[in-house]
């Protein structure tokens, strides 16, 4: 009996020893109750023992009976801890995170950010820990390139001159809104990346919704939105300090403090970095500085107030978009594909370029939040922006030689020889014919958001107002004569029907004096929007419009007398009205369908018949057309995340002015109204979960985009001059030349319209994680070189691409601080491959005129907070 005793007790003694008991729940966003995927679960007292969330929030941990604290922790939300007793199974339910911005919900309502399994929209989301991981050195825009329906590239490859299509939508045709504030430029509707070159730095999510998109206020989307939201002020005490080095001299150095909400209810944010570098591309260095402050005053429960200002002043050198060079001189170039056509020294070997841009773009907004019951709030943003700055350009009637294609005056190791035409300036009785000018475009921009909401019953009723207020500011002055006494501008003689006046036609110029343009843009909008959205059970449906009114009018202070220099106005009236419904089928699958139509105005460019000198108007300038309508079918388990969407966009009566021939400015313009396109296709977006540890992604999308029609336009001279059949300036457009571009059903070129990835992400518990991400694009038609050449044929097709990229990040304790160590490798195994291409006269490789991708480059980051 004893020994049975005895061998009972041993028996038992490892079930008590060892007893477990599992420890489950499920976090979520404590302000949308969106699960947050990738959460940190470990315990307080070893690190080495913990999990992460699952795709649906969830996660479980298995612990040996005992008392624990559990900390809860995810980038971007105040880490909490949870003192627990395990004896047995745990179920701890579900767990909301706090944001750890302050006011950030209140930011994402003005901002229209978008509800997976509740917007009927298709969306792609990405959080700051992304950013941070694979973002690199690569341009802003190029985080999103795993995307469906997204290509985005470098274009010349200077630093912050990025560029994004998407599904096959240039960058006036895609909203780009920070913290809700619209940031398209308001004349030409683009985005010039380098004026926010530290915007990775300060955000806290970024949302592409591809499409309609959710946005309440009627922004210049077509394609989709990309909804920006910044951080906004932190609710913990703490920072950051962290520098970056890479391929190419690149340097960055940054930090970031808070003071945290205090008593009083006053918080502040601030965050500054520099980043240096040569480029990658010859001859494209670099220098940014940018910041950014957040001051909140929470004033009880009811109000807040929110004040931010963030800016990035840089310069860098470029490369020109008319610098692309046909494949065969590329071979040709010592630096093959990195060769850039403007750099180059002038006498004594200072270093001279016609290609340079510097600019500063600060941003200022203050927003005032008020919870005025617990079904009403009012959300109003006031915003201003004052852009400085400017880029070189050639003139001259030899500006040509300044061009990067241009070899007339080229030294033997390949550089631009300036030496060489300072001394042919030098040496010309008339003055110098071939000069750089600095292309000055400031403006002043001031505007305001105001959301009111209120919810009856199972409805939530949005409405608002939407103003804006523009001026540009755009001239040309002399910066470098090249060796020439002087400089007379021939344009002003081209112009001289608009003021006959040879004292200011034969003008001597010098340096600082303003040549070519010297004109104010104005456009005003007014618009008012109302949306209302139905929420119950499993239906979630939305019915929205929105009204605006464009004014636009110049002024021109170099061709006209004092009392003809402003413009009339002109007034274009648009609205949108758009639906959509997403109803879950079970908690597993979804779909959704959403149809609207737009009238928006023409961009302020195609108003005028040239904006650069002309106050006359363009009497085909109407309002673009857009139609259409999308389904999609979503699901959702805690291993599986995947959407699968069908889209149509058709686009009526677009104006556009371009270029005959992009290799050749001084051929001339088109200026065509009426242009007609379709958008179609279907994609495809898969997350799937199979481990804890183990997440792979992967997408798919096929696009069908074509010019519709064959189309008439103005034929205009190189300065964007109406001119008759013998290339005389004509005023009036009955006597202008006229010509049919045959475009109708040709694919639209400048973006892959077939792409797809596939990532894989493991994560260590030790904190160590590494990635590798697969890209690929196919079916990129060239952009027409010569407009005159399409004769509805496609463009030459440019071969497909494969690119891998490979990150890692490690996160450990460094004495007190938290520290995170970022490695990043673009283009991992060095692949040659095509971006952007032009197409020849003949439509093939021979007399295309491309520029390519870059090689391997990598980056290494090091991070510590306190």
Excluded: C
């Excluded at 106050?615 to 995340?641: C, P, W």
Aim: glycine share 10%; no cysteine.
């Amino acid at each position: 009996m004893t020994k049975l005793y005895v061998v009972s007790i041993l028996l038992a003694l490892p079930m008590a020893v060892f007893a477990q008991g599992k420890v489950s729940g499920k976090l979520v966003d404590a302000d949308t109750k969106e699960p947050l995927i990738g959460a940190a679960i470990f315990l307080e007292s070893d690190n080495g023992v913990g999990t992460i969330t699952s795709l649906d929030g969830t996660f479980a941990l298995n612990l040996e009976n005992g008392a624990y604290t559990l900390v809860l922790s995810y980038l971007g939300y105040v880490e909490q801890t949870k003192a627990i007793r395990v004896d047995g199974d745990l179920k701890l339910g579900t767990i909301k995170l706090e944001s750890s911005s302050v006011g950030l919900n209140e930011v994402a309502v003005i901002a229209s950010v978008a509800v997976d399994r509740k917007t009927p929209v298709a969306l792609s989301t990405l959080s700051p820990q992304v950013i941070e991981e694979k973002l690199g050195t690569q341009e802003f825009p190029e985080i999103l390139k795993s995307t469906p329906s997204v290509y985005a590239t470098k274009d010349g490859g200077g630093f912050g001159d990025g560029r994004i299509n998407v599904r096959g939508f240039d960058s006036p045709n895609v909203a780009v809104m920070i913290n809700g504030i619209p940031v398209n430029g308001m004349e030409n509707g683009r985005v010039y990346w380098s004026n926010w070159a530290g915007l990775a730095d300060v955000t806290r999510s970024m949302q592409v919704q591809r499409g309609l998109g959710a946005s309440k206020v009627a922004v210049p989307s077509i394609g989709g939105s990309i909804n920006i939201l910044t951080k906004t002020t932190d609710a913990t005490k703490g920072g950051s300090i962290a520098t970056s080095v890479g391929n190419d001299g690149y340097k960055k150095v940054s930090f970031n403090v808070s003071t945290g909400l205090n008593e009083k209810g006053w918080a502040m944010t601030l965050l500054g970095a520099k980043t240096t570098g040569d480029g990658y591309i010859q001859g494209t260095e670099f220098e940014g500085y940018s910041y950014f402050l957040n001051v909140a005053k929470r004033i009880n429960d009811n109000h807040q107030l929110s004040f931010t200002a963030f800016g990035a002043k840089q310069w860098h050198y470029q490369r020109s978009r008319f610098d692309k060079l046909s494949i065969m001189d590329w071979e040709t170039k010592k630096d093959k594909y990195k060769y850039n056509g403007t750099y180059g020294f002038g006498v004594n070997g200072v270093r001279k370029s016609s290609a340079k841009n510097f600019y500063h773009k600060p941003q200022f907004s203050l927003n005032h939040y008020w919870n005025i019951n617990e079904k009403s709030s009012w959300s109003t943003s006031l915003y201003g922006s004052v852009g400085n700055g400017g880029g070189h350009s050639a003139r001259g009637d030899n500006r040509s030689w300044l061009y990067g294609t241009d070899d007339t005056y080229r030294t033997l190791d390949g550089y631009k020889d300036y030496a060489a035409i300072q001394k042919v300036n030098a040496e010309n009785p008339d003055g110098a014919t071939s000069i750089i000018s600095i292309s000055n475009n400031s403006h002043r921009w001031a505007g305001a958001i105001s959301t009111y909401n209120t919810r009856v019953n199972s409805i939530d009723f949005y409405g608002g107002i939407d103003f804006r207020y523009y001026e540009g500011d755009h001239n040309n002055e002399i910066e470098d004569l090249l060796g020439g006494a002087f400089f007379i501008d021939p344009y002003r003689a081209r112009v001289a029907h608009k003021k006959n006046d040879l004292s200011f036609t034969q003008k001597e110029l010098l340096h600082g004096d303003k040549i070519y343009r010297d004109y104010v843009g104005h456009v005003m909008w007014s618009g008012t929007f109302a949306q209302a959205e139905y929420n119950k059970g499993r239906l979630a449906a939305f019915l929205s419009g929105a009204l605006s009114n464009t004014t636009y009018w110049r002024v021109d202070n170099m061709y006209y007398a004092e009392n003809e220099k402003k413009s009339d106005k002109i007034d274009f009236i648009g609205f949108s009205v758009k639906g959509g419904a997403n109803y879950n089928l079970t908690d597993i699958h979804n779909v959704f369908a959403n149809i609207g139509y737009f009238s928006r105005a023409p961009i302020f460019d195609d108003v005028f018949l040239s904006s650069n000198n002309s106050n006359s108007m363009n009497d085909g300038a109407e309002n673009e057309k857009i139609f259409s309508t999308e389904v999609g079918y979503g699901l959702r388990t805690a291993q599986v995340h995947a959407n699968l969407n069908l889209y149509r966009t058709e686009w009526r009566d677009k104006s556009f002015t371009d270029a005959i021939d992009s290799q050749d400015p001084d051929l001339g313009r088109v200026n065509a109204q009426g242009v007609n396109a379709l958008h179609q296709g279907i994609e495809l977006d898969l997350k799937y979960k199979p481990t804890k540890n183990l997440e792979i992604t992967a997408m798919g999308s096929y696009g069908d985009w074509q010019w519709v029609d064959d189309v008439e336009a103005f034929m205009m001279d190189r300065d964007g001059n109406l001119v008759n059949r013998d290339k005389e300036i004509v005023t009036d457009p009955n006597e202008a030349e006229k010509v049919l571009l045959n475009i109708g059903d040709v694919h639209i070129g400048d973006a892959a319209q077939t792409t797809a990835a596939l990532g894989v992400n493991y994560n260590f518990l030790d904190g160590f994680k590494v990635g590798i991400d697969y890209n690929y694009y196919d079916r990129l038609f060239a952009d027409y070189g010569n407009i005159d050449d399409l004769e509805g044929e496609d463009t030459w097709q440019v071969p497909s691409a494969n690119v891998f990229d490979a990150n890692a990040s490690y996160r450990f304790k460094f004495g007190s601080f938290d520290a995170s160590l970022f490695g990043k490798v673009s283009n991992l195994f060095d692949a040659v491959y095509i971006t952007d291409a032009e197409s020849g006269s003949n439509d093939t490789w021979k007399d295309a005129y491309v520029f390519y991708g870059f090689g391997r480059t990598w980056s290494v980051s090091l991070k510590l907070n306190f």
